[in-house]
């Protein structure tokens, strides 16, 4: 959004001043420390009022996915948990490439409504794993279409994706709905399959 407003849009305002003395605030830049669940520049002895991670990819292994991650699931009723393959092959249909774009994005309001004109395009992906769990993913996280989020997260079960992300995000999804002896199920299992998963015990203790 930013790259197209900079080059499309001839007359903008910018409304940012940059302070003397502030913190960097790009993800990309090296030696932020992490301090508790934020960020903390050194070199001006300022904690961060933000960050972004513009022209940069946010998953695992990249420049402070821990603060992302915090901040990104923060909210009661968010997914806590996602899963994303880091590389993909080359049978991998085009649509699914798309949809972990936008998913690893956090662009989930977009790509729930694309999703039926994905499948369309590349129906091959009815029968991934990975596409119903995405799927489901983002109607959760975006609040849409709530019930057939838990159909796309029972397909992504059917058709074999990681049992504990599944587990713990529909019984997440369970509890938001208010169906607690789903979610309490879902949730049991999920802490059977991980016992160290503090999300987990945290949501099942909190159902009624």
């Known amino acids: 959004m930013n790259y ?7 007359r903008r305002r910018n409304l940012f001043r940059y302070e003397i003395g502030a913190p960097r605030t790009w993800a990309g830049t090296r030696g ?8 903390f520049d050194p070199t001006v002895g300022r904690p961060l009022k933000y960050v972004h991670w513009a022209g940069l990819q946010i998953g695992p292994g990249q420049p402070y996915w821990r603060t992302w991650k915090h901040y990104r699931f923060l909210h009661p009723g968010a997914p ?5 393959p880091v590389k993909a092959t080359k049978r991998t249909p085009w649509g699914l490439i798309l949809l972990r774009h936008l998913v690893n994005g956090t662009q989930f309001k977009i790509a729930a409504t694309l999703v039926e004109r994905l499948e369309r395009r590349t129906p091959n992906v009815r029968e991934i794993a990975e596409w119903h769990y995405l799927t489901a993913f983002c109607l959760h ?4 279409r709530l019930q057939e989020a838990l159909r796309r997260y029972d397909l992504a079960l059917k058709y074999g994706f990681h049992e504990f992300c599944v587990r713990y995000n529909r019984g997440a999804l369970h509890a938001q709905m208010g169906k607690f002896e789903d979610a309490r199920a879902d949730l ?11 999300g987990a015990r945290q949501i099942l203790q909190q159902l009624p």
């Open 141 to 144: 996280n975006s609040h849409s």
């Open 4 to 10: 197209l407003v900079l080059t499309r849009i001839a």
């Open 32 to 39: 932020l420390k992490q301090r508790g669940d934020g960020l």
């Open 80 to 84: 806590r948990e996602l899963s994303l």
């Open 188 to 198: 049991l299992r999920a802490t059977l399959l991980r016992p160290d998963h503090a």
